[in-house]
């Protein structure tokens, strides 16, 4: 069986993150993708112009529809702009109740552009988190959606996604792209306790739609059949990857894409 995943998330136009990152992640790892969009974006790698949110009933539609003829393995959402999206895609998910779902909670884009209402976040937080396998937050949206200031150091990393697990999530894998030092450091804590997984920082400004990567490439794996412990750490390893060949894509004038097809393109 060719692998499937669905990815329920807003469209990036400059094709950096959002749907395009996530399909492209998907088609370079090795799985067929799908996708649900939530909100067009007209943005480029200078910012986010303009957003337009897709009407809740047609977001449902599109999860409802591909559920219905897929033979869908894994769930990968972004974006997800506002409180109704939110409960609907909830709503949606029942249909794929034993089917894992990576939960990005996108919030502001890298540009500071804001992607979910503020009254939203407490929907996430109660009626989708609960539903996640994982979810993937950076330093900024782990301690928003706990209330409190941002992770320092690996041991408030730990406590926060400990936190986090406790609200509901099956796992937690915070991410510390966000922090500084010579190591990206991501914690993952689940059932068996926690992982912690470091790579050399990579000095680039390139980093637009690493979040989005991350989550998506961690869908694929799990599509594919690999555990969560097995999916994050290569997740983390295509990722690294990725930002380390992004200056070769040269692509716009300001933060521009992680490379999705490093192993892929030839040099």
Not at 50 to 68: K, M, S
Not at 118 to 126: K, P, S, Y
Not at 229 to 243: D, H, I, N, S
Request: contains cysteine.
């Amino acid at each position: 069986m060719t692998p499937i995943a669905l990815t329920i998330a807003g469209s990036d136009s400059s094709g950096g993150a959002g749907i395009q990152a996530d399909l492209k992640t998907f088609a370079a790892l090795g799985v067929y993708g799908a996708s649900a969009i939530t909100a067009l974006t007209a943005q480029n790698t200078e910012g986010v112009d303009a957003v337009l949110v897709v009407p809740p009933d047609f977001v449902a539609r599109q999860i409802r529809v591909v559920a219905r003829d897929l033979d869908v393995r894994a769930v990968k959402i972004g974006m997800l702009a506002t409180g109704e999206i939110i409960e609907v895609v909830a709503e949606q998910l029942m249909a794929l109740a034993d089917v894992p779902v990576v939960l990005d909670p996108v919030m502001v884009a890298a540009s500071g552009d804001v992607l979910l209402d503020e009254d939203a976040i407490d929907t996430l937080r109660t009626v989708l988190l609960p539903r996640a396998t994982l979810i993937t937050p950076n330093l900024p949206e782990a301690a928003k959606l706990l209330g409190r200031a941002e992770a320092k150091d690996e041991g408030e990393m730990r406590s926060q996604a400990e936190a986090l697990r406790r609200l509901g999530a099956g796992a937690v894998l915070i991410k510390g792209g966000h922090a500084k030092g010579p190591e990206a450091v991501d914690i993952l804590v689940d059932g068996e306790g926690e992982l912690r997984l470091a790579a050399p920082r990579v000095e680039t400004a390139n980093t637009h739609g690493t979040g989005c990567t991350l989550s998506s490439a961690v869908a694929a794996e799990l599509a594919k059949g690999a555990s969560l412990r097995e999916a994050v750490t290569r997740a983390k390893a295509y990722v690294t990857g990725a930002l380390r060949q992004a200056d070769e894509l040269r692509i716009g004038k300001g933060r521009g894409p992680v490379h999705h097809f490093h192993a892929v393109w030839k040099r």
